[in-house]
């Protein structure tokens, strides 16, 4: 069997495993939604000042989308993979003849599929309450949304390494993640938040990819692809990349 039938194999089954797991569904899947929902409900009518001014919901539907497709690729992947590392699947995996990319593609195939279903059916809502999809910018949209997956699935693999078991995967992976929707503008819209948390905020990822998507999405003068900020992103995803390849297990780590 070819390596591509392989990963094809693979993904089909972790496609089946992610939908027939409720808790994956409800985190990945649904939270996302609630969270826009909430947030489109309770400040429906009112504007963000950005770009002079725009609906609060426009606002929102690619901030939430930002946090769906992270959510989809490193906060998943990094819980998935150091359950099924602390589990043993991983080391009884790399006992099978299956090559260990495989393992590692069909997972990474599944995040991304995930995060683009998440970015559909999030655009599909936002036709609700009033948000146009932006068909015009699309190229600059699925840009945005390639490489923000593939660098966050790299995060993901490689936050793996700090992970020491599989109680600790939730706490350290939310305690990393919430605070930087926070701080990034995705909760809460960057001009209510100070200079210097933007500023901070600035160091890390989500806030570059989050100016990425939403210059991508909201219609402006201008090009519709930040360069800039896809550069930092994929950065990310290169040192993301190279630390995982260096620091991934597949045994154990604890017991």
Not at 76 to 95: N, P, Q, Y
Request: hydrophobic fraction near 55%; charge should be positive; charged fraction near 10%.
């Amino acid at each position: 069997m070819s390596g591509a039938a392989l990963v094809g194999h693979q993904f089909r089954y972790e496609q089946k495993a992610f939908w027939r797991n409720p808790a994956a569904v409800f985190f990945t899947v649904m939270f996302p939604v609630i969270v826009f929902l909430i947030l489109s409900l309770v400040f429906s009518g009112s504007t963000v000042d950005v770009r002079g001014g725009i609906k609060a919901t426009a606002y929102y539907v690619p901030a939430i989308m930002t946090l769906a497709i992270i959510s989809a690729t490193m906060q998943s992947l990094a819980m998935t993979l150091v359950i099924a590392r602390e589990d043993g699947r991983l080391k009884r995996g790399r006992g099978t003849p299956m090559p260990s990319w495989v393992f590692i593609a069909g997972r990474v195939g599944n995040s991304i599929v995930v995060a683009l279903m998440m970015m559909v059916l999030l655009a599909l809502i936002g036709l609700v309450f009033g948000v146009s999809i932006p068909w015009e910018r699309l190229p600059a949209v699925l840009l945005a949304l390639i490489v923000g997956a593939a660098s966050f699935c790299c995060l993901g693999i490689a936050l793996t390494a700090v992970i020491p078991s599989q109680d600790a995967a939730a706490p350290i992976v939310n305690a990393l993640l919430l605070p930087l929707y926070f701080l990034s503008g995705i909760f809460i819209p960057e001009d209510q938040l100070p200079h210097g948390v933007i500023v901070f905020a600035d160091l890390f990822p989500v806030r570059h990819f989050f100016d990425a998507f939403f210059d991508a999405y909201v219609p402006a003068g201008g090009s519709a692809v930040s360069w800039d900020n896809l550069a930092v992103v994929a950065l990310w995803g290169v040192a993301g990349l190279l630390l995982s390849m260096r620091y991934f297990r597949w045994t154990p780590r604890s017991g």
